[in-house]
């Protein structure tokens, strides 16, 4: 019964390269929500998407971040020529159904450090 | 916009309750939550309560809500050293299906 899964785990990057993060939702979950931790921060929405749509990126700074919810395979959130402001730790979510009325259920999050 | 409020730590002797406050402004909230978050690892969620309930409780852990002041506590009841943990406040409003978080009180217990 494997929950939500999230790799890599650490992530170490220098300024200007790329990060892609991934995300397995819960099995049977087709719903995908991405938030960002930054230290002695509470979580910060960014996007959720459902297979093959975004349905809200408000939570997304406009450049250089994008997410993807493929018909196959993981969830990516992808981080172009990273800067040191975007280590933060990276956490996906995951739910049946959207609204409150079903509950997301969180991956052990990505530690994005950049150098 | 929609603000979740909380203190950021708590100290305990093991044995004692503990109780974790928050406070939020949105009238609408329609879900209010606890999430646990030990070092290194993601958020599991403790408990729920729904806007229309005073209070809920599940095994260790008391939830009650006082609508008219906006206030939601965490009662721990035996607090051990396993409870040690950053413990977020959340809900979720009009419909929206986005959480929205406080910063977190980071629970500590002590023998």
């Known amino acids: 019964n494997a929950g939500v899964m999230q790799n890599p785990r650490h992530l170490v990057r220098r300024r200007g390269q790329e990060a892609r993060l991934r995300c397995s939702p819960m099995k049977g979950h087709s719903h995908v929500y991405w938030y960002r931790q930054l230290p002695e921060e509470g979580l910060k929405f960014m996007v959720y998407l459902q297979k093959e749509n975004i349905i809200d990126e408000s939570g997304m700074p406009k450049e250089r971040f994008s997410a993807e919810f493929p018909k196959e395979g993981p969830s990516i959130l992808r981080i172009q020529q990273v800067v040191r402001g975007d280590s933060a730790a990276y956490f996906c979510?995951?739910?049946?159904?959207?609204?409150?009325?079903?509950?997301?259920?969180f991956g052990p999050g990505t530690r994005l450090t950049v150098l | 916009g929609e603000d979740v409020e909380q203190s950021l730590f708590l100290s305990v002797r093991e044995g004692d309750s503990s109780v974790i406050n928050c406070t939020y402004t949105?009238?609408?909230?329609?879900?209010l939550y606890w999430y646990k978050q030990e070092p290194g690892a993601g958020l599991q969620l403790l408990t729920y309560?729904?806007?229309?309930?005073d209070m809920k409780q599940d095994q260790r852990l008391t939830v009650l809500l006082n609508k008219k002041d906006k206030h939601l506590s965490l009662r721990i009841a035996d607090t051990q050293t396993g409870d040690s943990a950053i413990y977020f406040c959340?809900?979720?409003?009009?419909?929206?299906?986005?959480?929205?978080f406080g910063r977190g009180t980071s629970l500590i217990v002590h023998p």
């Open positions: 949105d009238s609408s909230s329609t879900y």
């Open positions: 979510a995951s739910s049946g159904l959207a609204g409150g009325t079903d509950t997301q259920y």
């Open positions: 959340a809900d979720t409003s009009g419909g929206s299906y986005i959480p929205t």
């Open positions: 309560i729904f806007s229309n309930m």
